[in-house]
């Protein structure tokens, strides 16, 4: 079992940085792919990024790309999100996510298994 907790959202403006943090109980999560998902009110759940186990690789969709990094450091439990240059439409609530096997390169919800809570991220322009 894996439990996540987001922290680090918030109100910033256009351009500005912002680093989401996950950090996860449970030894199962230094040997768990992980992602980052974010919602909008109304919308599907939506893709972000992804790290595979070791946090040797990662993929991220095209809408963030460029922008956004993920890392995690496995001694701390912990999983990142590294958001540069934002714009008001990466406006959202993000989840941090983790699967209990499998690749890292899923990019629909159902793949994971364990969840965290969710943190607002709003970008105003």
């Known amino acids: 079992q894996v439990q996540l907790v987001e922290s680090g959202g918030g109100l910033v403006q256009a351009g500005d940085s912002l680093r989401l943090s996950c950090a996860a109980t449970?030894?199962?999560?230094?040997?768990?792919?992980a992602g980052w998902f974010r919602q909008v009110s109304g919308k599907e759940r939506e893709y972000v990024g992804s790290?595979?186990?070791?946090?040797?690789?990662?993929y991220y969709s095209n809408a963030v790309k460029g922008r956004f990094t993920i890392t995690r450091e496995n001694s701390e439990s912990m999983l990142y999100l590294q958001m540069n240059n934002l714009k008001p439409e990466d406006t959202a609530v993000y989840y941090c996510?983790?699967?209990?096997?499998?690749?890292?390169?899923?990019?629909?919800?159902?793949?994971?298994?364990?969840w965290g809570q969710g943190t607002q991220v709003t970008v105003s322009s």
């Open positions: 790290i595979d186990w070791s946090g040797g690789a990662t």
């Open positions: 449970g030894s199962a999560f230094s040997s768990s792919p």
């Open positions: 996510a983790a699967k209990s096997s499998g690749t890292f390169l899923s990019m629909q919800s159902d793949a994971y298994d364990y």
